[in-house]
């Protein structure tokens, strides 16, 4: 069926260092994925998007990187900062003529920044 | 820009009462506009799609008696939930597209924490 995962539920790092999370998706027509973080309580907030057209998009601290051949997805987090504590969605959509707007969203990984 | 806002962001009731939550879009027009629920520790499950002027779409499994959408304006979406049960208390998020289908960027409200007694 159609999923959007994520490897590792749990990631824990030192401050300062780089951070990587992982999704896998299943749907190789999806065209359109988006990252989201969720501090604790609260909505989830825009991180950064990637088209299926590329397959690195990089924004301020973070990067996306788009494998179509194995379907993975990755966001890194440069100089991981405390504040970047929380858990991180990673989103697939389907634009086009059918295109309902929805997201699929995978299963969240739990960033840890440890001082 | 693209700022949902959503209320209330706690609400305890009793069970059997209803419990109504606000979506607005504060400074974008919103055609459409979802819902969904989130356990602790886990994803977001889409509860329905809202679109203005029109019925929502629910997605299966989830009864539209139970959980009435109201989409009356394009920055303005209520979600009810009616005779509320313990098994409703979760937290409740909504989420708004700013340019329909360019991209499918939802902005998300800050959530609603419902707990039914």
């Known amino acids: 069926g159609e999923s959007v995962g994520l490897h590792l539920p749990t990631l824990s790092v030192q401050e300062g260092d780089n951070s990587i999370i992982n999704c896998a998706y299943s749907?190789?027509?999806?065209?359109?994925f988006i990252w989201y973080k969720q501090e604790s309580g609260k909505g989830p907030q825009f991180i950064i998007d990637?088209?299926?057209?590329?397959d690195k998009r990089q924004g301020q601290r973070v990067t996306v990187l788009l494998n179509k051949t194995v379907k993975h997805l990755s966001l890194q987090i440069a100089a991981t900062q405390p504040g970047d504590s929380a858990v991180y969605f990673c989103?697939?959509?389907?634009?086009?003529?059918?295109?309902?707007?929805?997201?699929?969203f995978g299963q969240g990984t739990t960033l840890q920044v440890k001082p | 820009g693209a700022v949902v806002s959503q209320h209330p962001s706690r609400v305890i009731c009793k069970s059997g009462t209803s419990v109504k939550i606000e979506c607005r879009s504060l400074?974008?027009?919103?055609?459409?506009m979802f819902w969904y629920r989130q356990f602790p520790k886990q994803s977001l499950m889409l509860m329905a799609t809202?679109?203005?002027?029109?019925?929502?779409?629910?997605e299966q499994g989830v009864e539209k008696d139970k959980f009435l959408i109201n989409h009356a304006s394009l920055t303005l979406s209520t979600l009810t939930v009616t005779s509320a049960h313990p098994e409703d208390s979760s937290f409740y998020i909504c989420?708004?597209?700013?340019?329909?289908?360019?991209?499918?960027?939802?902005?998300f409200g800050a959530g609603t924490r419902l707990s039914v007694l």
């Open positions: 989103a697939e959509a389907r634009v086009g003529s059918s295109n309902t707007g929805k997201l699929i």
């Open positions: 400074d974008f027009q919103a055609t459409t």
């Open positions: 809202s679109n203005e002027g029109s019925k929502a779409t629910y």
């Open positions: 989420s708004a597209g700013g340019q329909p289908w360019v991209k499918n960027i939802q902005y």
């Open positions: 990637i088209r299926s057209n590329m």
């Open positions: 749907n190789s027509a999806s065209d359109y």
